[in-house]
Nanobody, 126 residues
Framework: QVQLVESGGGLVQAGGSLRLSCVVSELTLSFSRYTMAWFRQAPGKEREFVGGISWGGGSAYYGDSVLGRFTISRDNAKNTVYLQMNSLKPEDTADYYC?????????????????WGQGTQVTVSS
């Protein structure tokens, strides 16, 4: 079973930065075959799409609320996907989840992703 492990969450002041990492293991195919994404879920809210990146990293897509502040990237040699978060706001506070799919296209729909990590908590203080 594919396993995803997130790290890098924590407490940061508004305006600060964090970089999340997600290491993928127990793959059935090469990591480069998986489309990767980050979602987040704040208390009492639905899980929302943050960003996604294609197989080779050539295409990236973002949710409207993070566009221009967050950057998703991947290192296929390390089986790792990253989320660089800059200019953080209190409303970015949430649990952040890494997700993987063998679908070719980046999709904003949660149900399209078959594999999920356990999440890492990000708290942004005002």
């Amino acid at each position: 079973q594919v396993q995803l492990v997130e790290s890098g969450g924590g407490l940061v002041q508004a305006g600060g930065s964090l970089r999340l990492s997600c290491v993928v293991s127990e793959l059935t195919l090469s990591f480069s075959r998986y489309t990767m994404a980050w979602f987040r879920q704040a208390p009492g809210k639905e899980r929302e799409f943050v960003g996604g990146i294609s197989w080779g990293g050539g295409s990236a897509y973002y949710g409207d609320s993070v566009l221009g502040r967050f950057t998703i990237s991947r290192d296929n040699a390390k089986n790792t996907v990253y989320l660089q978060m800059n200019s953080l706001k209190p409303e970015d506070t949430a649990d952040y989840y890494c997700a993987a799919t063998l679908n070719v296209r980046v999709n904003r729909i949660r149900a399209e992703y078959a594999y999920w990590g356990q999440g890492t908590q990000v708290t942004v203080s005002s």
